[in-house]
């Protein structure tokens, strides 16, 4: 993209940036430090060169169905044009507690207030559970068993939206499975050949419907997981010009 180009997108668009920075800081999965950033040569060889270390499912991330289900598309293989939607924000902050799960109904709601959702769109259920994205502790929120509790998708309403053809859901918890350890919600959707982001940020900025996201993965041949930079591009009203 040339100067002029990127001009044109900074002026027809607010960019709102969905992911949440990589540090050794994150809050993970099995609670333990999964990401490292180290200096292998510095300045004084000329350049600073670095190697990363980590799990390839940390931070905001992308699941593709090969995660879950054997022989499915990989990373790599995720056709470019799911990369790119239309978002539809699911809006249950108000009333997610830990134990939470996004409902036929509240897609039914949404559905009822802002239209069908379209297809080949990305539907991101924001829960505000990001809000403790600082605080690994309350983000994973254990309790006395082992048992992570967090806001998440019902079995469901996964189910539901294959009814529309989505090319993914996201959420801004660790996971669209919490409760079942069977992970229902990964084999819907992984298994209809959908892709999965977890761990997003920043849903409070963007508008229910409307906006655009890109959401592009290390293309990783073979790659079941990908950290991934999902940016939201929420269109500017447009001016009427006077005519003269």
Known sequence: MNLSQNSLVNQSFKIVDLTHPLSSHIPTWNGSCGFCLEIKKDYDKMFRVQQIKMHAGLGTHMDAPSHRIPGGNSIAEIPLEQLIVPACVIDVSAQADADYEVSIEDIENYEKEYGKIPQSSLVIAYTGWSRYWSCSDAYRNVDGKGQMHFPAFSATSAQWLLRRDVAGIAIDTLSPDCLDQTFPVHKTILGAGKYIIENIANCSQIPPHGSLV????????????????????????KTCEKSH
């Open 214 to 237: 890109m959401a592009l993965p290390l293309r990783a041949q073979e790659a079941t997981e990908s950290p991934v930079r999902i940016a939201c591009l929420i269109p500017f009203p």
